[in-house]
């Protein structure tokens, strides 16, 4: 079949899918849903399709891999959007992230006649994303795929390689996603969300039985993962810097100093979980046992990301935004006036982690990790929003804001002392 065919049949198979969403009450004429990021600036590069809300970040996976996801639902009709300036965004938006592990969930649902790039757009699209991009994409989670999708893959099956095929992995309802990910950081677009009730309630003929949620069990009296500093504090005879974050410091300060990308790479899943796991029951937990310098450098991120408050508390997000607004020349002493604002232990415990992320971009000759490459890692293991996740348009001031913190460690933090402190 020529690939003239298999065009003509993709679009037969999209006004089915049409047909079948107007049959089952959902939407009957195409409509641009509303989105607004108010955190984004009109000033952006990318402001004219930024604005739609198309490609969002979604926060991290269960191994610290950055999530980015893609709405179809959210793509208004082919002559409001220019495609090649969707191509450019998406390319400068994974341009912040492929020098690390990450993902992309695409939701499918909401792609139609109206507002599907052409066959000659996704060819050009999937050529242009070169090695450089495909190399560290740890996954692309198709949600909702359709016939569709099945022609799609028919006529780029020649292009795309084995390796990258083997990648990509099909999800009949949103659920399926929280074997992978951390589902409630998503975002997910209401429509898609209704689409998916839908489609389990004409599977089983009914609507969607209520989940009940079991109350959460009360954390071990040596639990280090998911509660707060103060309660490890209390369960540690009073020390102010966590164990798991001591060891992993200690360990990665002896052995991880020089190794090229060190914290830009995840680490297998179970593992990770059988480590917070020793951890939590108050195990000792040897990380030569591992053979993989990675381990303790994902466990100290994951350690950050579990806090049920970030080390830089919420209270910090919105005057951590307006960094970019101040003035070059005076943003270190900005910088200064956000950290020395922080509850003690906070403090003491931002301090104890700045100074060896310094350490280690003093190593960058060896290990490549740049102030701002570290930024891009921690940026959002140290703080976020306490509704939903951060924005895309919000992650240039909050790295801009890490970096600080690690290229100026000395003039930021050595001005306040606390009793009891410990350094790296």
């Known amino acids: 079949m020529s690939e003239i065919d298999y065009e003509k049949l993709a679009e037969i198979e999209l006004q089915k899918d049409e047909a079948e969403d107007a049959q089952s009450g959902q939407e009957k004429t195409f409509m641009s849903p509303p989105f607004e990021d108010t955190e984004l600036n009109i000033n952006h590069p990318y402001y004219d399709v930024a604005r739609h809300g198309i490609i969002q970040l979604a926060g991290d996976d269960n191994s610290g891999r950055k999530v980015i996801t893609f709405s179809c639902c959210r793509m208004p009709p082919s002559h409001q959007l220019n495609h090649t300036r969707l191509l450019e965004y998406l390319k400068y938006t994974l341009d912040q992230y492929v020098e690390n592990d990450y993902m992309v969930v695409y939701f499918h649902y909401g792609l139609k006649s109206l507002n599907k790039p052409s066959l000659k757009w996704l060819q050009t699209a999937y050529k242009e994303f070169d090695r450089k991009y495909k190399k560290n994409l740890k996954a692309l989670y198709v949600v909702h795929p359709t016939n569709f999708i099945k022609i799609l893959w028919n006529i780029f099956k020649p292009l795309i390689s084995h390796k990258f095929g083997k990648k990509i992995t099909y999800l009949n309802y949103l659920s399926d996603l929280r074997e992978h990910l951390k589902y409630d950081q998503l975002n997910i677009p209401q429509e898609v969300i209704q689409h998916d009730e839908n489609l389990r309630a004409k599977q089983k003929g009914k609507l969607p039985p209520v989940v009940k949620i079991p109350p959460p069990r009360p954390p071990l009296p040596t639990q280090q993962f998911g509660?707060?500093?103060?309660?490890?504090?209390?369960?540690?005879?009073?020390?102010?810097?966590?164990?798991?974050?001591?060891?992993?410091?200690?360990?990665?300060?002896?052995?991880?100093?020089?190794?090229?990308?060190?914290?830009?790479?995840?680490?297998?899943?179970?593992?990770?979980?059988?480590?917070?796991?020793?951890y939590n029951q108050g195990k000792s937990v040897n990380f030569d046992d591992y053979h993989d310098i990675h381990i303790p450098a994902v466990i100290l991120k994951t350690f950050l990301r579990e806090l049920p408050q970030p080390l830089l508390t919420f209270e910090c997000y919105d005057p951590i935004l307006?960094?970019?607004?101040?003035?070059?020349?005076?943003?270190?002493?900005?910088?200064?006036?956000?950290?020395?604002?922080?509850?003690?232990?906070?403090?003491?415990?931002?301090?104890?982690?700045?100074?060896?992320?310094?350490?280690?971009?003093?190593?960058?000759?060896?290990?490549?990790?740049?102030?701002?490459?570290?930024?891009?890692?921690?940026?959002?293991?140290?703080?976020?929003?306490?509704?939903?996740?951060?924005?895309?348009?919000?992650l240039v001031p909050l790295n801009l804001f890490t970096e600080l913190l690690i290229d100026f460690y000395m003039n930021i933090f050595n001005s306040r002392t606390v009793p009891g402190e410990i350094l790296p």
Not at 337 to 362: A, D, R, T, W
Not at 386 to 391: H, R, V, Y
């Open 322 to 394: 307006g960094i970019t607004s101040v003035e070059s020349s005076l943003r270190v002493t900005r910088c200064k006036q956000i950290v020395h604002g922080l509850p003690e232990h906070n403090y003491v415990v931002l301090k104890y982690l700045i100074c060896f992320l310094h350490m280690v971009s003093q190593e960058s000759i060896y290990n490549r990790m740049t102030a701002s490459s570290l930024a891009c890692v921690f940026g959002l293991n140290l703080i976020w929003p306490s509704k939903g996740t951060a924005s895309l348009s919000a």
């Open 227 to 278: 509660v707060s500093l103060q309660y490890i504090k209390d369960k540690s005879k009073g020390e102010l810097i966590p164990p798991v974050m001591k060891e992993t410091v200690s360990y990665l300060k002896r052995k991880g100093l020089q190794v090229e990308g060190l914290f830009r790479r995840s680490a297998s899943v179970q593992t990770i979980k059988d480590v917070q796991k020793l």
